[in-house]
């Protein structure tokens, strides 16, 4: 077979491209995977410092970008390389698809991941509160009644059980979650509050409970798998390190990657190639060949979109929300997000629930959710995520920080600035040091708008030989890495398809194929003896 013969090209390496890529390489076929960036991960890249200045700065210079309302600082930092910035900043409950994919795959030797500290929300009052999220925080923790702990108990029990068959749930799947809550468990608004949004991590008040569930409930079988915290953090970036760590394993399997290169031309292959199509790549002098395309969404070639198949994605785009404000501060002082345990007292001079900062600890890899009304100048529609990493992330020198705040708004015009300097002010107002909140060193904010994937497979779509992996759409701080993992491996899916129907052009890739991930080789299985975790 010629050097430039392939089964498949792939062209983007995000997250779902990523784990498409592994997969079609372990399962023996020939895969070459391009991206035009220089860099791994896509629109869920991790990059240093001077990357992500080159990346905004890219953004703001095109005019219709899924990325608007660009602005950053101009400061410049030292040791820039040492920063590794998600643009896709997430967290990964223990147990999931993607977990289940990073260990099937052998691909969790390639990264670290450490555990996410207690989850914490921010009051109305001006106080931060911290979540317990299993039964031994529950019953330790100060600020619960005997009554609401019994309550509360009894609440946790059900979700983390076979809720759907319990006679709680009867006529209310729809009901919004937050009044769930409170009609049939009779949990008071703090317990409420904090279970919505910051263990459901619900965006807004009228949430269906069905969906809320299903989330809590994964997150609830997560906790104690690998520590206390349902949620792993991976280190140096995040959800950009496992992209790279999947293309590493496809690599391995004898995939070839091509970066930094743009597709000059797609077109059909001449018959006596022998292949169905011809990809020109810039300043490449020949060609390649393939049989199957699958590109991701922001990189479909317009002159082959009735050869598009749209796989759907495995979790529609809220429609309430049409973008999101995105921010990134990096500073150099510590966040007081949460308190030391109960053994450690509270200062007596300090106002009602506020804690000094001699009985609080720094936040090093930590969750902070604004509920929606809670912050005088912030939205009443949506709740707002903050997610503080610091340096036992790996992703940034030491006595640094970075912050990343999310909001879901309803319109792609908004000022992402305007809506996020609220919360950022007050975020960066937890240092302990009265009157004096920290200064960031450097900030990027931006609008980010999410293609819409269509939601099935129009009529007649069967042997189309260029699919298209669906885009992630704003979901929940822990959702992204598990809903690529679906979408890839239903992407996974129809690839397999494509060649079942066409023997001929299957070649020697023709194996039976029963699974996913077919089984780790003995050296792989003795490596994988989950020191990365």
Not at 198 to 218: D, G, I, M, V
Not at 293 to 319: C, T, Y
Not at 509 to 514: G, L, R, V, Y
Request: aromatic share 8%; net charge negative; proline share 8%.
């Amino acid at each position: 077979m010629a050097e430039n013969h392939f089964d498949i090209v792939l062209l983007g390496t995000g997250i779902t491209e990523s784990i498409v890529a592994a997969s079609l390489a372990k399962a023996g076929f020939r895969i070459v995977h391009c991206d035009p960036n220089p860099y791994y991960g896509g629109d869920e890249a991790s990059l240093s410092l001077d990357e992500l200045v080159e990346w905004a700065d890219r953004q703001i210079s095109k005019p219709n970008s899924q990325y608007r309302s660009v602005v950053r600082s101009d400061q410049s930092l030292s040791q820039s390389r040492q920063y590794s910035v998600c643009l896709c900043p997430s967290v990964t409950a223990s147990s999931g698809p993607v977990i289940s994919s990073l260990v099937a795959s052998g691909v969790a030797k390639y990264g670290g991941f450490r555990l996410l500290e207690p989850l914490s929300f921010f009051r109305s009052s001006g106080h931060i509160k911290n979540v317990p999220g299993s039964k031994e925080e529950v019953f330790k923790s100060r600020d619960i009644s005997l009554s609401d702990k019994r309550r509360l108990m009894r609440f946790l029990m059900f979700a983390a059980g076979d809720f759907e068959r319990k006679g709680e749930l009867d006529g209310k799947a729809d009901m919004p979650f937050y009044e769930f809550l409170q009609s049939v468990f009779a949990l008071d608004d703090d317990i409420a509050t904090a279970i919505t949004y910051s263990l459901a991590f619900c965006t807004t008040p009228l949430e269906p409970t069905l969906s809320a569930l299903q989330r809590l409930n994964k997150y609830l079988r997560s906790t104690g798998r690998y520590g206390a915290s349902p949620f792993l953090i991976g280190q140096y970036g995040g959800i950009g390190e496992v992209a790279q760590g999947f293309c590493r394993a496809a690599a391995v399997s004898g995939g070839v990657y091509i970066l930094g290169r743009n597709v000059s031309s797609i077109s059909r292959a001449s018959p006596e190639i022998g292949r169905k199509y011809s990809i020109h790549l810039e300043d490449m002098p020949e060609p390649l060949y393939c049989d199957l395309i699958i590109s991701s969404q922001s990189l479909i070639p317009v002159n082959l979109l009735e050869d598009a198949k749209h796989i759907p994605p495995s979790q529609p785009s809220n429609s309430t929300f049409s973008a999101v404000a995105r921010g990134i501060a990096i500073i150099d002082r510590p966040l007081y997000l949460f308190s030391l345990p109960a053994s450690v007292e509270r200062n007596s001079d300090d106002a009602e629930g506020a804690e000094s900062p001699s009985a609080q600890r720094a936040a090093d890899a930590a969750t902070l959710i604004y509920p929606p009304g809670s912050l005088e100048r912030g939205s009443a529609e949506a709740a707002a995520s903050v997610f503080v990493t610091g340096e036992g992330t790996l992703a940034v020198p030491q006595n640094k920080w970075i912050v990343y705040l999310c909001l879901p708004v309803t319109s792609d015009a908004v000022d992402a600035k305007s809506v996020l300097k609220p919360y950022l002010d007050a975020t960066l107002a937890l240092t302990g040091v009265p009157d004096s909140p920290a200064e960031p060193l450097f900030t990027l904010f931006y609008t980010q708008v999410h293609p819409i994937s269509p939601v099935a497979a129009p009529a007649g779509m069967e042997g189309k030989t260029l699919l298209v992996s669906p885009s992630l759409p704003f979901l929940p701080l822990p959702e992204p890495p598990d809903v690529a993992a679906i979408n890839a491996e239903k992407v996974f899916w129809e690839a397999i398809k494509v060649f079942k129907r066409d023997t001929e052009t299957l070649g020697e890739s023709e194996t039976a194929i029963d699974s996913f991930w077919p089984p780790l080789g003995v050296d792989t299985e003795e490596n994988d003896d989950g020191d990365s975790w």
